[in-house]
């Protein structure tokens, strides 16, 4: 039969996303009965046989770590762009480019009903909303790096991974819809969260690419200071300039701090 048991962790303080889910795995890991573990967004709503498909993906590879197709609830997408039914936000994860910072997630805005027969696209991380991993990963490359407050730390610990043998793979009968940023309001203009997103993307940008590719910082510092300016004019986004270019300067304080770069 099926043990289910619910353990709650109270963590006194918000360090972040990182150090939130680190709390957790530290639990799951005291069980040597435990082997597989599933970070998933609060702002997800899992199929019933999600979990399900993962566990049986994992089965046939104990070394890989397995995102879901990711779809967008329908609040997210209009009805008549999308007449057909569920869209894609991504299909496992995304690919990343070290040098303008830019991802481009698997298969975005494909309809679900069209990815059964396409092929697998090369990922270079998991998307965070549904990150499924064999427990030995955790006990051999480190919990996540809890620099990262808020983004990139499952791009972070896929790069590790990877480092470490572990493959990246999409399993794409697990279906997961997702109210996209809905716990940071990302929506919402003028949002004080909104603002602080924009700051903690801007840094944990700059904090991943001094870490792992600090050989490229006169490209990465000019996308996310001349070229994320522009765009943001271009969108009107007055509000998001000045907590963004704080941003920049706080990921490349906290780097020289760690002599990273």
């Not at 005291?30 to 979990?51: G, V």
């Not at 955790?138 to 791009?155: A, I, M, W």
């Amino acid at each position: 039969p099926l043990r289910t048991s619910i353990t709650i962790r109270h963590n006194q303080d918000n360090k972040g996303f990182s150090a939130g889910c680190n709390a957790g795995i530290s639990l799951a890991l005291d069980d040597p009965h435990i082997n597989a573990i599933w970070l998933l967004n609060n702002d997800t709503q899992p199929n019933i046989s999600s979990l399900l498909h993962l566990q049986s993906a994992l089965m046939n590879t104990h070394r890989n770590i397995f995102g879901s197709s990711v779809i967008y609830t329908p609040e997210r997408y209009s009805s008549t762009t999308f007449p057909k039914g569920a869209v894609l936000q991504a299909a496992g994860g995304a690919t990343y480019n070290p040098l303008s910072t830019q991802v481009a997630m698997s298969y975005s805005n494909t309809l679900l009903d069209d990815i059964h027969d396409v092929p697998d696209q090369k990922l270079d991380y998991i998307y965070g909303a549904s990150f499924f991993a064999p427990a030995s990963l955790f006990r051999d490359v480190g919990y996540l790096d809890e620099r990262f407050f808020l983004y990139y730390e499952e791009l972070d610990m896929c790069l590790r991974a990877s480092k470490a043998s572990y493959g990246l793979s999409w399993c794409r009968e697990s279906i997961i819809a997702h109210d996209v940023s809905a716990s940071i309001q990302h929506s919402e203009r003028h949002s004080p969260k909104s603002c602080l997103s924009s700051f903690h993307e801007a840094r944990s940008t700059i904090l991943f690419s001094c870490k792992h590719f600090p050989h490229y910082f006169p490209f990465f510092f000019f996308a996310r200071t001349v070229g994320k300016l522009a765009v943001l004019i271009k969108r009107r986004e007055w509000h998001k300039i000045v907590p963004s270019l704080r941003g920049v300067f706080s990921g490349l304080w906290d780097s020289c701090k760690m002599q990273k770069i």
